[in-house]
T-cell receptor, first 113, second 114 residues
């Protein structure tokens, strides 16, 4: 059963705590991406990685960190430095050659209380 | 500085009629364009794409048109069905740039009324 897994679907944390969102894929895609969606907004890119052990900042990387130790996994840590962490977080994957679409996971809704 | 703009936040059409969703872009280096459909609390699903060497791409009820001189693309859904009700995102990428990042518009919420 191929696909992208994000867990959990809903996550609650207290203000000031770091939290790590999981993203796992078995599509054998090279590139992985993290986006954030806020109400009335499009998808904004947080971080992306085109190859293991390498990643790049997106448009809104402040307050977030990532790692890419395995091709299948790209966890996102929302740190206490992120001022407005409550949002819907989406992970995506993509082949890196040619014209290819990104495939999205089901998302994680993070609420910071 | 929005590089991809969807100027209509919402659109309402009758079942069976045509839905036309519009998207404008400013970066002339974009050469690949995509449309995604998204339901609340779910990830977007890919609908249809077009490369800059074409001006039209069709897949069933969905057709995307690209006007490069106007930096404009549109998604036509014919005939519209109630199940098409969702938020539609336009996205663009610069495939020659080496990163293949997608830039998304803010979305248009389509409501198809029975």
């Amino acid at each position: 059963d191929g696909g992208i897994t994000q867990s959990p679907k809903y996550l609650f944390r207290k203000e000031g705590q770091n939290v790590t969102l999981s993203c796992e894929q078995n599509l054998n895609h090279d590139a992985m991406y993290w986006y954030r969606q806020d109400p009335g907004q499009g998808l904004r890119l947080i971080y992306y990685s085109q190859i293991v052990n390498d990643f790049q900042k997106g448009d809104i990387a402040e307050g977030y960190s990532v790692s890419r130790e395995k091709k299948e996994s790209f966890p996102l840590t929302v740190t206490s430095a992120q001022k407005n962490p409550t949002a819907f977080y989406l992970c995506a994957t993509q082949w890196t050659s040619g014209y290819n679409e990104q495939f999205f996971g089901p998302g994680t809704r993070l609420t910071v209380l | 500085d929005q590089q991809v703009k969807q100027n209509s936040p919402s659109l309402s059409v009758q079942e069976g009629r045509i839905s036309i969703l519009n998207c404008d872009y400013t970066n002339s280096m974009f050469d690949y364009f995509l449309w995604y459909k998204k339901y609340p609390a779910e990830g977007p699903t890919f609908l249809i794409s077009i490369s800059s060497i074409k001006d039209k791409n069709e897949d069933g009820r969905f057709t995307v048109f690209l006007n490069k001189s106007a930096k404009h693309l549109s998604l036509h859904i014919v005939p519209s069905q109630p199940g098409d009700s969702a938020v539609y995102f336009c996205a663009a990428s610069e495939t020659q740039g080496g990163s293949e990042k997608l830039v998304f518009g803010k979305g248009t919420k389509l409501t198809v009324n029975p």
